[in-house]
């Protein structure tokens, strides 16, 4: 049974810092991996989807990577905003295709002091 | 830009009382999901359709929860009666055939008092 875990829960950091959000899981047998950001009380909003095959995505200030042997991926956040506020969730499809159920991490709330 | 509706965006109920939530996905999308999310965690799945059908039901409470996709298109997501542990917020999904995304809609945040 696939588990997924983000670490840590939550994070502050002042602007302008660079950080990382980590996620991990249990079979590395994935199709992809999707980070989504969340506002208090919102929807989620897909930020990056990285297929099995690659190894990182890129989008603006936003790199997200992948290593199935270790069943981890990152989400790097470079030079953090204020309006980067929000909780960040990593999801997997069930099985070896796109077609499951997403499983989600808990998320990491991400505050950015001005 | 196409995008999942749902409605009402917002509801307030009492427990034992029926609540109802209606999800309208991006046209042509032929999966749809409904998940729960409880305050602080990641969203967990209720159910999927492929297109009318169900296709996972295995985490639906079904002594009081519905769910139904009539013509494939529209689902409406049935809680009957509600009770204080269904606070939640209500989140529907949907993914095309040749898509590998799931785009969320921005869900139906239920208070049961």
């Known amino acids: 049974k696939q588990e997924v875990t983000q670490i840590p829960a939550a994070l502050s950091v002042p602007e302008g810092e660079n950080l990382v959000l980590n996620c991990s899981f249990t079979?590395?047998?994935?199709?992809?991996l999707q980070w989504f950001r969340q506002d208090p009380g919102k929807g989620l909003t897909s930020l990056l989807l990285i297929q099995s095959s690659q190894r990182e995505q890129t989008s603006g200030r936003l790199n997200a990577s992948l290593d199935k042997s270790s069943g981890r991926s990152t989400l790097y956040i470079a030079a953090s905003q204020p309006g980067d506020s929000a909780t960040y969730l990593c999801a997997l499809p069930t099985g070896s295709s796109n077609t499951g159920k997403l499983i989600f991490g808990q998320g990491t709330t991400l505050q950015v002091k001005p | 830009e196409a995008e999942v509706a749902q409605s009402p965006r917002y509801k307030i109920t009492e427990k034992s009382q029926a609540v109802a939530f209606w999800c309208d996905p991006i046209?042509?999308?032929?999966?749809l999901y409904w998940y729960r999310q409880i305050l602080g965690q990641g969203p967990e799945l209720l159910v999927q359709f492929q297109d009318e059908s169900v296709v996972d039901d295995s985490q639906l409470p079904k002594d009081r929860f519905s769910a139904e996709r009539l013509k494939g298109v529209d689902s409406t997501l049935k809680i009957q009666p509600a009770e204080l542990g269904d606070s939640a917020m209500y989140l529907c999904?949907?993914?095309?055939?040749?898509?590998?995304?799931?785009?969320f809609g921005p869900g139906t945040r239920l208070t049961v008092t």
């Open positions: 999904a949907s993914r095309g055939l040749a898509e590998y995304e799931q785009y």
């Open positions: 079979d590395s047998a994935i199709y992809n």
């Open positions: 046209s042509g999308h032929a999966t």
